[in-house]
T-cell receptor, first 114, second 110 residues
Framework: DAGVIQSPRHEVTEMGQEVTLRCKPI?????LFWYRQTMMRGLELLIY????????DSGMPEDRFSAKMPNASFSTLKIQPSEPRDSAVYFC????????????FGDGTRLSIL | GESVGLHLPTLSVQEGDNSIINCAYS??????FIWYKQESGKGPQFIID?????DKRQGQRVTVLLNKTVKHLSLQIAATQPGDSAVYFC?????????FGSGTRLQVQP
């Protein structure tokens, strides 16, 4: 079975540029989560969706970050404009339930902002 | 606020020995706990989970113990193998969707 698919795997861009990260969740999963992982802060939940609706975006760092889920099989996380401190690995995960089933993670997008 | 933490940042064991990775959580309302394994360059991989109405659950070579009284989780890996080398995270689903601890790196010595 296909797991969570993220693209691109790596992204290197200059500060000020717009960055778009993409995620395809596991089919049938109603929940989709975006995380950021850094050495300093570990894994942080940025936002999650239930049935394509954003439920909790309290982890989104600032207005430069936005996330959408136009349909059940696709989500984007956008950073505009990007800054060097946004450099991190961004993970997408999906699950069938928020609090009784494990989340399944993609392999992440390694983002470097120069 | 809620937090999930780990006692030891790095654990080194001999191949074939048993490993025990510990985790403390602070949110007494947490009712579901998960252990993940993360290898270099990959996303966290689900290992085993446990609900708050249980105190022990076993999988293949892994056992999770939950002590709600002291808000403590542990992951036991039997007969540790080189392929078990990774960072291990505990996580709980309390008020937010999932809160991760800082992770423990398990190093398996041949």
């Amino acid at each position: 079975d296909a797991g969570v698919i993220q693209s691109p795997r790596h992204e290197v861009t200059e500060m000020g540029q717009e960055v778009t990260l993409r995620c395809k969740p596991i089919s049938g999963h109603d929940y989709l989560f975006w995380y950021r992982q850094t050495m300093m802060r570990g894994l942080e939940l940025l936002i999650y969706f239930n049935n394509n609706v954003p439920i909790d975006d309290s982890g989104m760092p600032e207005d430069r970050f936005s996330a959408k889920m136009p349909n059940a099989s696709f989500s984007t996380l956008k950073i505009q404009p990007s800054e060097p401190r946004d450099s991190a690995v961004y993970f997408c995960a999906s699950s069938g339930d928020r609090s009784s089933q494990p989340q399944h993670f993609g392999d992440g997008t390694r983002l470097s902002i120069l | 606020g809620e937090s999930v933490g780990l006692h030891l940042p790095t654990l080194s064991v001999q191949e074939g020995d048993n490993s025990i990775i510990n985790c403390a959580y602070s949110n007494s309302a947490s009712d579901y706990f998960i252990w993940y394994k993360q290898e270099s360059g990959k996303g966290p991989q689900f290992i085993i989970d446990i609900r708050s109405n249980m105190d022990k659950r076993q999988g293949q070579r892994v056992t999770v113990l939950l002590n709600k009284t002291v808000k403590h989780l542990s992951l036991q890996i039997a007969a540790t193998q080189p392929g078990d080398s990774a960072v291990y995270f505990c996580a709980d689903t309390g008020r937010r969707a999932l809160t991760f601890g800082s992770g423990t790196r398990l190093q398996v010595q041949p």
